[in-house]
C-alpha cells in the first residue's frame, strides 16, 4: 500500500482524534484509544480509535499511488503523531508499506518472495525526509453494521449550543442510566424538534433544537447516550459551523455524521421515563437581571460551606417580610461566616442591631407601596439561616414581583450551576407555583430569535 496525502489534514485528523481518545476509557488491548487503525477504500484514509462502546472516525482525501491491495494496520498514535511531527516543511506525506521484498534463496538461484526486516513498518516520507514506525495487524476491523431505523438531520451549531447547556445537569455517578446522560426525543406532536433532556434528580434542563426536516415516523423516537460519549460528541463539534449533522439511531445504536467526522456508539440499556413530566404549572413569576442574581448567590455561597442548603429564594410582596432577619452586609460576614457578637455586649448582638435598623425602613418602605396599590410589587431577597438559627438577607436589586409571599428552598450549588448556564442572557424569568412550590423554573427574559435553541431549567424545592 503506498498513498499519498496531506500532512496538515493528517496533523489536523490525528489532534481531534487525539482529543477524542482523551473522552474514552481502554479496558482490553482490543478496544484501546491509543491504537490508531488506518485503511483505504476507495479514496478516502480513515482513521479510527475507539474504546468498549464508541467509535470514532475521521475521514482524509488520499491518493493511491500503486495497485496494491490496501491494509489495514494499527499503529500507535502517538507515535504516528510525534513521528508525522518530525517532518518539517512538508505539504504531502505519502505513507508506504513494503510487506515483501525479493532476494536470492540460498537452496537455489531463483528470486523468491522473502519477508525482509522492514515487513511490519510504516514510512512516511516527505519532502526530504522519512521516517518509520512499527504497525501490527488490527485485532477487530469493526462492529456489525445495523439497519438504520431513524434519520434526523439539524445544524452542527445547534447541537454543540444544545450539549453544551445540558450536559451540566447530568449525573455521572447515578446507576439509572436517565440520570447519567443526555436523552434524545423526538415526539410524533412535534416532528420537528429535537428535545433533549438532562436530570440529575435535582435539577432539570429541557433544550430543544429546531431540526432541519421533521422526523419521519409513527412513534416517539428515544435516545439515551453514556456521558462519556456525551461529552465526546460535544467536544467533536464545531459552535461557528453551520454544516448538517446526520443523527441516525436504531434500537442499540447511536451515529453522528460530521463534516470529515463519524461518531458511532451504543446506546445505554434503559429506555427512561418522561422527564419533562417533572415540569411544574406555574402561577406566578418574576424578572431578574442575571449579573445582579449570580453576585449575590456567590456572596451568600460563602456562607455554605460546613452545611449547604440553607439557601431560600423569598420573593417578598411589597418587601412583606414575615419573620426577623438581617440585611446581609459586609460587616456581618468575616472569613465567610457569619460574625458572632462579643459575650459582653450590654445591648441587643450585632445582627439584632442591624436587624432593627433595616426592619424600621422595611417597615415605611412597605406602608408607602401599600398606601400607593392594593397589590405593591415587591422584589426578590436571598436569605440563609445558620447553626445558630440566626437568619441574613441580601436583597435582589432590580427584581420585581406581585403576589404573595412565598419561600423557596434551593441548593446554592444547584442554583449557581443553573444561572451559569444561562449567563448569554441579560435578564432571567423565575416561575413557580405559589401553592405549592415543589419546583421553580429559570428561564431566559427575552428569549432572542437568533437564539440556537430553547432552553428551560427546572430545580427542586424542599427536594432534601
Given at each position: 500500500m503506498k498513498i499519498r496525502v496531506s500532512c496538515q489534514d493528517l496533523s489536523a485528523a490525528l489532534a481531534k482524534l487525539a482529543a477524542a481518545a482523551g473522552c474514552m476509557e481502554g479496558h482490553h488491548p482490543e478496544f484501546n484509544p491509543g491504537r490508531l487503525l488506518l485503511y483505504v477504500r476507495h479514496d478516502q484514509l480513515f482513521l479510527r480509535v475507539c474504546d468498549c462502546k464508541t467509535e470514532v472516525y475521521v475521514t482524509l482525501k488520499a491518493e493511491l499511488l500503486d495497485n496494491s491491495t490496501p491494509l489495514r494496520l494499527a499503529v500507535s498514535r502517538e507515535m504516528l503523531q510525534a513521528r508525522l511531527g518530525s517532518l518539517s516543511s512538508t505539504e504531502y506525506v505519502v505513507l508506504n508499506t513494503a510487506e515483501t521484498d525479493r532476494g536470492h534463496n540460498q537452496d537455489h538461484e531463483?528470486?523468491?518472495?522473502v519477508r525482509n526486516q522492514n515487513s511490519r513498518q510504516l514510512q512516511l516520507k516527505g519532502t526530504a525526509q522519512s521516517v518509520r514506525l512499527n504497525y501490527t495487524a488490527p485485532f477487530s476491523l469493526s462492529w456489525a453494521d445495523e439497519p438504520v431505523q431513524h434519520t434526523l438531520l439539524i445544524n452542527e451549531h445547534k447541537l454543540k449550543f444544545l450539549l453544551e447547556h445540558s450536559l451540566f445537569c447530568c449525573n455521572e455517578t447515578d446507576f439509572r442510566s436517565f440520570y447519567r446522560g443526555p436523552q434524545f426525543k423526538v415526539s410524533t406532536a412535534q416532528p420537528h424538534l429535537l428535545m433533549c433532556n438532562t436530570s440529575d434528580g435535582e435539577k432539570l434542563a429541557a433544550v430543544d433544537g429546531q431540526l432541519l426536516f421533521p422526523a419521519a415516523a409513527d412513534e416517539d423516537l428515544q435516545a439515551i447516550l453514556h456521558p462519556e460519549t456525551a461529552q465526546l460528541l460535544r467536544e467533536l463539534l464545531n459552535e461557528n459551523s453551520a454544516h448538517c449533522v446526520t443523527l441516525q439511531f436504531s434500537e442499540d445504536m447511536f451515529c453522528a455524521l460530521m463534516s470529515g467526522c463519524l461518531l458511532k456508539t451504543h446506546l445505554a440499556a434503559s429506555r427512561g421515563p418522561n422527564l419533562r413530566a417533572a415540569l411544574p404549572v406555574t402561577n406566578s413569576e418574576l424578572r431578574v437581571d442575571l449579573k445582579m442574581l449570580l453576585h449575590c448567590v456567590e456572596r451568600v455561597r460563602e456562607l455554605d460551606i460546613t452545611r449547604p442548603r440553607r439557601l431560600q429564594l423569598l420573593c417578598a410582596a411589597g418587601e412583606d417580610l414575615t419573620a426577623a432577619g438581617a440585611d446581609l452586609k459586609d460587616g456581618v460576614l468575616k472569613n465567610g461566616y457569619l460574625r458572632i457578637p462579643p459575650p459582653d455586649w450590654p445591648t441587643a448582638s450585632l445582627l439584632q442591631a442591624i436587624f432593627k435598623d433595616n426592619s424600621q425602613s422595611l417597615a415605611a418602605a412597605s406602608a408607602a407601596q401599600q398606601a400607593q396599590s392594593a397589590q405593591p410589587e415587591g422584589c426578590l431577597f436571598l436569605e440563609y439561616r445558620d447553626a445558630a438559627a440566626q437568619i441574613v438577607r441580601l436583597k435582589v436589586e432590580g427584581s420585581a414581583y406581585r403576589g404573595s409571599t412565598c419561600r423557596l428552598q434551593l441548593s446554592p450549588y444547584a442554583v449557581h450551576d443553573i444561572l451559569q448556564g444561562l449567563s448569554f442572557c441579560a435578564q432571567i424569568r423565575i416561575a413557580f407555583d405559589r401553592q405549592d412550590p415543589?419546583?421553580?423554573?429559570?428561564?431566559?427574559?427575552?428569549?432572542?430569535?437568533?437564539?440556537?435553541?430553547?432552553?428551560?431549567?427546572?430545580?427542586?424545592?424542599?427536594?432534601?
Amino acid at each position: 500500500m503506498k498513498i499519498r496525502v496531506s500532512c496538515q489534514d493528517l496533523s489536523a485528523a490525528l489532534a481531534k482524534l487525539a482529543a477524542a481518545a482523551g473522552c474514552m476509557e481502554g479496558h482490553h488491548p482490543e478496544f484501546n484509544p491509543g491504537r490508531l487503525l488506518l485503511y483505504v477504500r476507495h479514496d478516502q484514509l480513515f482513521l479510527r480509535v475507539c474504546d468498549c462502546k464508541t467509535e470514532v472516525y475521521v475521514t482524509l482525501k488520499a491518493e493511491l499511488l500503486d495497485n496494491s491491495t490496501p491494509l489495514r494496520l494499527a499503529v500507535s498514535r502517538e507515535m504516528l503523531q510525534a513521528r508525522l511531527g518530525s517532518l518539517s516543511s512538508t505539504e504531502y506525506v505519502v505513507l508506504n508499506t513494503a510487506e515483501t521484498d525479493r532476494g536470492h534463496n540460498q537452496d537455489h538461484e531463483a528470486l523468491l518472495p522473502v519477508r525482509n526486516q522492514n515487513s511490519r513498518q510504516l514510512q512516511l516520507k516527505g519532502t526530504a525526509q522519512s521516517v518509520r514506525l512499527n504497525y501490527t495487524a488490527p485485532f477487530s476491523l469493526s462492529w456489525a453494521d445495523e439497519p438504520v431505523q431513524h434519520t434526523l438531520l439539524i445544524n452542527e451549531h445547534k447541537l454543540k449550543f444544545l450539549l453544551e447547556h445540558s450536559l451540566f445537569c447530568c449525573n455521572e455517578t447515578d446507576f439509572r442510566s436517565f440520570y447519567r446522560g443526555p436523552q434524545f426525543k423526538v415526539s410524533t406532536a412535534q416532528p420537528h424538534l429535537l428535545m433533549c433532556n438532562t436530570s440529575d434528580g435535582e435539577k432539570l434542563a429541557a433544550v430543544d433544537g429546531q431540526l432541519l426536516f421533521p422526523a419521519a415516523a409513527d412513534e416517539d423516537l428515544q435516545a439515551i447516550l453514556h456521558p462519556e460519549t456525551a461529552q465526546l460528541l460535544r467536544e467533536l463539534l464545531n459552535e461557528n459551523s453551520a454544516h448538517c449533522v446526520t443523527l441516525q439511531f436504531s434500537e442499540d445504536m447511536f451515529c453522528a455524521l460530521m463534516s470529515g467526522c463519524l461518531l458511532k456508539t451504543h446506546l445505554a440499556a434503559s429506555r427512561g421515563p418522561n422527564l419533562r413530566a417533572a415540569l411544574p404549572v406555574t402561577n406566578s413569576e418574576l424578572r431578574v437581571d442575571l449579573k445582579m442574581l449570580l453576585h449575590c448567590v456567590e456572596r451568600v455561597r460563602e456562607l455554605d460551606i460546613t452545611r449547604p442548603r440553607r439557601l431560600q429564594l423569598l420573593c417578598a410582596a411589597g418587601e412583606d417580610l414575615t419573620a426577623a432577619g438581617a440585611d446581609l452586609k459586609d460587616g456581618v460576614l468575616k472569613n465567610g461566616y457569619l460574625r458572632i457578637p462579643p459575650p459582653d455586649w450590654p445591648t441587643a448582638s450585632l445582627l439584632q442591631a442591624i436587624f432593627k435598623d433595616n426592619s424600621q425602613s422595611l417597615a415605611a418602605a412597605s406602608a408607602a407601596q401599600q398606601a400607593q396599590s392594593a397589590q405593591p410589587e415587591g422584589c426578590l431577597f436571598l436569605e440563609y439561616r445558620d447553626a445558630a438559627a440566626q437568619i441574613v438577607r441580601l436583597k435582589v436589586e432590580g427584581s420585581a414581583y406581585r403576589g404573595s409571599t412565598c419561600r423557596l428552598q434551593l441548593s446554592p450549588y444547584a442554583v449557581h450551576d443553573i444561572l451559569q448556564g444561562l449567563s448569554f442572557c441579560a435578564q432571567i424569568r423565575i416561575a413557580f407555583d405559589r401553592q405549592d412550590p415543589r419546583a421553580v423554573i429559570f428561564t431566559p427574559a427575552d428569549p432572542d430569535r437568533a437564539l440556537p435553541v430553547t432552553l428551560k431549567y427546572a430545580l427542586t424545592c424542599n427536594g432534601y
